[in-house]
Nanobody, 116 residues
Framework: QVQLVESGGGLVQAGGSLRLSCEDSRRTFSVNNMGWYRQTPGKQRELVAL???????HYADSVKGRFTISRDNAKNTIYLQMYSLKPEDTALYYC??????????WGQGTQVTVSS
């Protein structure tokens, strides 16, 4: 049973933008904190952005001012709007529900590639 489905990844030139989406199949989506993480080969998975059930946000320093996380509880979906993309943003981006909590769950990931 697939619980988190990411979409929106792709290939973009440096300076471009992309919007990632993550749809959660659980009906309790609105009460969960959600997050976006990313990973490149040979490196640990790192936090990109978090959004609480109440809408509070937190960003990694490397993406502040360029990325925006948001949620639409009516659609059980979170988004990651990415602007001014850099080659170092190239990674597999993962959606995560309830980070560190009882319902912690990872999506399968969506690839973002930024060409220079």
């Amino acid at each position: 049973q697939v619980q988190l489905v990411e979409s929106g990844g792709g290939l973009v030139q440096a300076g471009g933008s992309l919007r990632l989406s993550c749809e959660d199949s659980r009906r309790t989506f609105s009460v969960n904190n959600m997050g976006w993480y990313r990973q490149t080969p040979g490196k640990q998975r790192e936090l990109v952005a978090l959004i609480s059930s109440g809408g509070s946000t937190h960003y990694a320093d490397s993406v502040k001012g360029r990325f925006t996380i948001s949620r639409d509880n009516a659609k059980n979906t979170i988004y990651l709007q990415m602007y001014s993309l850099k080659p170092e943003d190239t990674a597999l981006y993962y959606c995560r529900r309830d980070p560190g909590g009882l319902f912690d769950y990872w999506g399968q990931g969506t690839q973002v590639t930024v060409s220079s």
